[in-house]
């Protein structure tokens, strides 16, 4: 049995194509199958639409008490599925579900997960490409243990053993992208073209993909502190030379008039520097606090009731 964990929020727009387009699909398809939606708090009508497809009994929906977030949203959705493959897709139409039987095929004793990659991001800006481009060779850079390959999405099909793997983490501040790379096993990657919504409008904006990328760079790698060291030693020297520098130049010239300008120059550099320091040591500090809270990563409001009778 294959089971497909669809994330929702506020798609009510594009649910029933998906649906009807993804149904189509799965009848093609010579395997057992389970339908999971997870409302992820959605303010439309989403929910609902989602009911309605839960009359079929192939079809389940879990929904949050509030929005949580897409990777809380994976998260409930991998938990509670029971195929022995899993397949994460949004239902955006970004992920069109015609591509379904061509990465069924690629899975095989030596393929443990078959991923997409989007190739030329044309629905994007060129600044938020630059962005992205930018964060991968950060990512790849400094991450431990883990190399992202540029374009990756979420869109994959997982054997259950990959899956079981994933939950195994426990971290509450996830990055899923991350966390599909850090647990190994043998992917292989299907380049696919850049699907644009048909309808309904991104939930994702800028900065939603800015806070995304730092938790990446913070959960998988310690290089903004190791930076924080480099620069706070080089400062530190800089000014212990030219501290010997006016010891020496006031020896042997005499005194020498201080200027005003470099002083409140200097100030508000190393005063800059040590508050962007304390912002990332924070960041850091602030997600272990979270992590010692252990809050759930979700709470369900309402769910299938046959959804979850073995767990």
Not at 101 to 127: C, G, H, W, Y
Not at 146 to 153: A, I, M
Not at 249 to 274: E, M, Q, R, S, Y
């Amino acid at each position: 049995m294959i089971s497909f964990v669809v994330p929702v929020y506020n798609e009510e727009d594009s649910l029933n194509l998906f649906n009807e387009r993804l149904t189509r699909v799965l009848k093609s398809i010579d395997m057992s199958y389970e339908l999971i939606y997870i409302d992820d708090g959605s303010s439309d009508n989403s929910l609902n639409i989602i009911k309605n497809f839960a009359n079929d009994s192939k079809v389940k929906f879990i929904s949050f008490s509030r929005n949580f977030g897409k990777e809380s949203a994976m998260l409930a959705g991998l938990k509670f599925s029971k195929g022995d493959l899993v397949c994460v897709m949004d239902a955006d139409l970004q992920h069109p579900p015609e591509l379904i039987p061509q990465m069924l095929s690629e899975i095989d004793d030596n393929t443990d997960v078959v991923a997409t990659i989007r190739m030329n991001r044309n629905s994007t800006s060129k600044f938020y490409n630059f962005g992205a481009k930018k964060f991968y060779k950060i990512m790849n850079r400094t991450g431990k243990g883990v190399k992202l390959t540029p374009g990756v999405q979420d869109f994959r099909i997982m054997k259950r053993q990959v899956v079981d793997s994933i939950l195994s983490l426990n971290e509450k501040r996830r990055f899923s992208k991350g966390i599909f790379n850090w647990v190994g096993y043998n992917t292989k990657y299907i380049e696919i073209k850049d699907y644009k919504r048909l309808r309904g409008k991104t939930k994702w904006k800028f900065m939603d993909s800015f806070r995304y990328g730092l938790d990446g760079i913070i959960s998988f790698s310690t290089a903004p502190l190791d930076l924080a060291i480099f620069l706070g030693t080089i400062l530190s020297a800089i000014g212990f030379f030219y501290a010997l520098y006016i010891a020496i130049k006031t020896l042997a010239l005499g005194k020498d008039v201080p200027g005003f300008a470099t002083i409140v120059c200097l100030l508000l550099i190393i005063g800059g520097v040590n508050l962007i320091f304390l912002g990332i040591i924070g960041s850091y500090i602030g997600r272990i606090y979270e992590e010692v809270k252990n809050r759930p990563s979700y709470i369900i409001k309402e769910k299938s009731e046959d959804l979850f009778k073995d767990n």
